[in-house]
């Protein structure tokens, strides 16, 4: 049925999930939730095959016709973040059937598929879905069974970093959803092509640029653009590791997606410099790189860096937002696809040495480089990429963002990317270091390798990262297709 | 409150006319204010009540937690379910039209079919939160 491809790639885990719920302890929920992430794999890269061949999908749900009903509506742009986020489901899954099993209790395992397929049917129904309001919707599914998920949490900060993260993105939640609010109120509709028809007449008004600006806040939030970032670290130092994995590689990934989408699709084109949105992105972009980073070099939880680093990462991509250029666009969307690689890569690392000794602190950590020999590849690996070394698929998102500040002359931007990437070398060398040149504590002498089942799904991230720095046509390739499809105009 | 008997009495009178209004509020829902949701909630204060009453012992044996889980599963795939249904007759997803003869009566059996899918869930997932909360501190 490939006219119901859209839809069954929100359906299928939608159903899935309570099925999972029932299914008694073991590892038959796992089982399920493989299954499904990987169905919806393929279908994914079969929709996003299809739209880059065919052009726009457009899907009425219930057979009512948009803009009355709700629509699906896919092009290159949401095809492709949705590969991405159900590509690093796929891959979390089967390591989460090791990984889960020693951090989460027994008993709470079928709910945690079931809330982690939850979860993934609200981020793929954010990409999928061509109304604003059914976005909304979808936003609060994925957003509640990620708080749940990251309650799982072995230590009792967990909780405190749920509730934290439920304030905070519920905050975000609600200003999204008021600022859709005054929006339908000047053009009474809300579907996002009509938005983008009848947003024009009515984008002098004071009632439409509170709405905007509500969306962008609300949404910064989602997405911990720096300063609004303060759930991020917590929620991802405590969270289970396989959540970390998932929500780091695709959440902030989604949220950015619907950014990019409301910002050129729904609001008129040159919108975004009425009112100076674009400086503002530039400005917390550059803020979020500097200082991110800077908090990164002095964590001692390497989960904790990584999140401060993600946070610093959300910034790069901001920048790209900011230029409103067409080679912007583009860099950000190559970011956002390769972020989702490295950081899925060195959370799953990281992940590793946690099963094996239940810590990542500096000091417990040190040595283990020499008895973890492919784990600490996958580190590295990924730290270059990180940094943007030559030859990892980092290099490329950063090659496009210098090309595309050297386009608009800013040259304090290029010096803020490179600073960013030397930050990295900084924060990144103080994990290699700690791994291989400090002497093992006796505790930890002996910690083998991990399990190969961890193993896998972090190198084959570890190979996309090479594999995507040196070849770039799908990556390049669709995102210049995705931010022609947005409109942006080439400056 | 175990040995009041007023309340007793009271509650035992009142719950099978909350249960029918709530059975009301369900099925007429598509003719009048009301729908699923409404009716979950209202069918879960029964319970509530009598738990209130009763204790919570003997509610939870009159619903247990396993059968409430169950449900609460079982809603959302009666919901998701008709909506694969209609995609076999060659609808779109959730388009009533094609499951009965005239697209009215479609219309009708869909929506029907959805809310009751909401109400179950929505009555199981307020009582076992209802549940989750009395439940705390026992031993």
């Known amino acids: 049925m490939p006219d119901h491809l859209s839809l069954l790639l929100v359906v299928i885990p939608l159903i899935a999930a309570p099925v999972a719920a029932i299914l008694p302890r073991g590892r038959l929920p796992w089982a399920t939730a493989l299954t499904v992430t990987s169905i919806c794999f393929i279908l994914a890269g079969m929709q996003l095959w299809a739209v880059v061949h065919d052009g726009v999908i457009s899907y009425e749900l219930g057979g009512w016709a948009p803009p009355w009903g709700i629509e699906y509506r896919i092009d290159a742009v949401n095809a492709f973040v949705a590969l991405i986020v ?3 489901a796929a891959i979390t899954v089967p390591y989460a059937l090791l990984s889960a099993e020693k951090e989460i209790p027994e008993h709470q395992i079928p709910h945690f598929y079931s809330a982690f397929l939850l979860c993934f049917t609200g981020l793929l129904g954010i990409t999928q879905t061509g109304d604003i309001f059914n976005l909304f919707v979808f936003l609060e599914i994925s957003s509640l069974s990620s708080y749940a998920l990251i309650s799982l949490g072995q230590k009792r900060q967990a909780l405190t970093s749920a509730y934290q993260y439920l304030i905070m993105g519920t905050l975000g939640a609600t200003f999204f959803l008021i600022g859709v609010g005054l929006i339908y109120s000047q053009t009474g509709t809300l579907n996002m092509m009509d938005l983008a028809e009848r947003l024009p007449e009515v984008s002098g008004l004071n009632t439409v640029h509170t709405g905007f600006a509500f969306i962008m806040i609300g949404f910064a939030l989602k997405l911990a653009l720096f300063p609004l970032h303060l759930w991020l670290p ?35 084109n040159g919108f975004i410099s009425t009112i100076p949105t674009g400086d503002l992105f530039i400005l917390s972009g550059m803020a979020g790189i500097i200082i991110a980073s800077v908090y990164a070099i002095y964590q001692v939880d390497v989960k904790r860096l990584l999140a401060y680093s993600s946070v610093a990462q959300i910034g790069y991509m901001a920048l790209g937002i900011g230029f409103a250029s067409a080679m912007g666009v583009t860099a950000t969307i190559i970011h956002l696809f390769n972020h989702a690689l490295m950081k899925g890569a060195l959370f799953m690392a990281v992940g590793a040495i946690i099963y094996r000794i239940g810590d990542c602190r500096m000091d417990n950590i040190q040595g283990l480089g020499r008895q973890m020999p492919w784990t600490f590849g996958a580190i590295v690996t990924g730290g270059l990429s990180l940094i943007g070394v030559p030859g990892t698929a980092g290099f490329i998102s950063k090659w496009y963002l210098v090309l595309a500040a ?9 010096a803020v990317i490179l600073i960013g990437s030397l930050l990295a070398v900084i924060y990144m060398g103080r994990v290699i270091e700690a791994l291989y040149f400090k002497p093992a504590a006796e505790t930890n002498l002996a910690v083998k390798e991990a399990p190969i089942l961890l193993l896998a799904p972090t190198w084959v991230l570890v190979f996309a990262n090479i594999y995507f720095g040196l070849d770039t046509e799908l990556t390049v390739g669709v995102a210049e297709h995705a931010a022609q499809v947005l409109g942006v105009a080439a400056k | 409150m175990t040995h009041n008997l007023i309340l007793h009495v ?10 029918v209004f709530a059975l009301y509020v369900q099925f007429h829902g598509d003719f009048g204010p009301g729908g699923g949701f409404q009716a979950g909630v209202i069918m879960s204060s029964a319970i509530i009540l009598y738990a209130l009453v009763f204790g919570l012992d003997v509610a939870e044996q009159v619903m247990p937690p396993t059968i409430l889980r169950l ?9 998701a379910g008709v909506g ?9 997803y959730l388009d009533y039209s094609v499951l009965a003869d005239t697209q009215i009566a479609g219309q009708h059996l869909g929506i029907l079919l959805v809310e009751l899918g909401v109400g179950i869930t929505v009555f199981s997932v307020m009582l076992i939160i209802f549940f989750a909360f009395a439940g705390r501190g026992r031993p």
Do not use: C, H
């Open chain 2, 71 to 79: 449900l609460a599963s079982l809603g959302v795939l009666i919901y």
């Open chain 1, 406 to 414: 050297l386009e608009q002359d800013a040259w304090i931007l290029v």
């Open chain 1, 234 to 268: 917590n929620a991802y130092t405590y969270a289970p590791t396989v959540i970390t994995v998932f929500l780091a590689a695709t959440a902030t990934k989604v949220a950015l997606y619907v950014m990019l989408r409301v910002l050129f699709t729904v609001f008129p």
């Open chain 2, 84 to 92: 694969v249904v209609t995609l076999f007759p060659g609808g779109n």
């Open chain 1, 86 to 88: 159900s590509g690093i």
């Open chain 2, 10 to 19: 009271v509650s035992k009178t009142l719950i099978p006319l909350i249960i």
